[in-house]
């Protein structure tokens, strides 16, 4: 059966305060006008005003990610992505998240949405390929090197025909994730992985 149910969608919004007399509301006005033309259900907003896109803490940004980890909406909506987050880095990280959660995001004014099939072929390109490059190779990452290790996401070897068996159960990608532990977007790849190349188990990336 079709799950019938609206999708829910939270803002973010962010003026910073280098942009005196800047109304917030030039954001949110048009991210809800967007949630309402696309018959999405609001699921709130969260809005820091007066912090500037370099602080690493933001309290509502904070309590978003928070938010999103307990599963309190389906989407995440922003004005643009440097309202969002502070480097290339930081935004590839936080749609790594919201992409493990099954979280879709979209940013207005750069055109990318998540939810339809066209945005998830621009995020996988972009996270694909667009690494920060202003940022350097740790320490640890060049002492690793030096000594043939590689750091990284740990790898994880999933059974290919237990999630065989409960997608035929008709279970979602989220249920089957919670009922092996493991994130919806590693089962999901494990899925991809074991089509690919049949196998009893396949090893992916955490």
């Known amino acids: 059966m079709t799950d019938k149910r609206p999708i829910r969608v939270a803002l ?9 007399g800047q109304d917030v509301t030039l954001q949110t006005r048009e991210l809800k006008e967007f949630i309402a033309y696309r018959a999405w259900q609001f699921a709130g907003e969260y809005v820091d005003l007066g912090i500037s896109g370099s602080k690493v803490r933001r309290p509502e940004l ?5 938010d999103a980890h307990r599963h309190q909406f389906d989407a995440v909506i922003v004005w643009k992505f440097d309202r969002f987050a502070r480097s290339v880095s930081h935004l590839l990280r936080a749609l790594e998240t919201f992409q493990e959660l099954g979280i879709d995001f979209v940013s207005l004014s750069e055109s990318l949405d998540t939810s339809t099939p066209a945005g998830k072929m621009v995020f996988t390109g972009r996270t694909g390929t667009q690494p920060d490059r202003g940022a350097r190779p740790s320490r640890a990452e060049e002492c690793s090197r030096e000594k043939g290790k590689t750091l990284g996401r740990p790898r994880v070897t999933v059974d290919a025909a237990k999630v065989a ?21 590693t089962v999901r790849r494990s899925a991809q ?3 690919r190349n049949p196998s009893e188990s396949a090893p992916v990336n955490l």
């Open 12 to 20: 973010y919004a962010r003026v910073s305060t280098s942009n005196h």
């Open 62 to 66: 904070d309590r978003l990610m928070a």
């Open 165 to 185: 068996s409960l997608r035929s159960q008709k279970l979602s990608w989220a249920k089957i994730g919670e009922a092996l532990g493991l994130g919806e977007g």
């Open 193 to 195: 992985a074991s089509a």
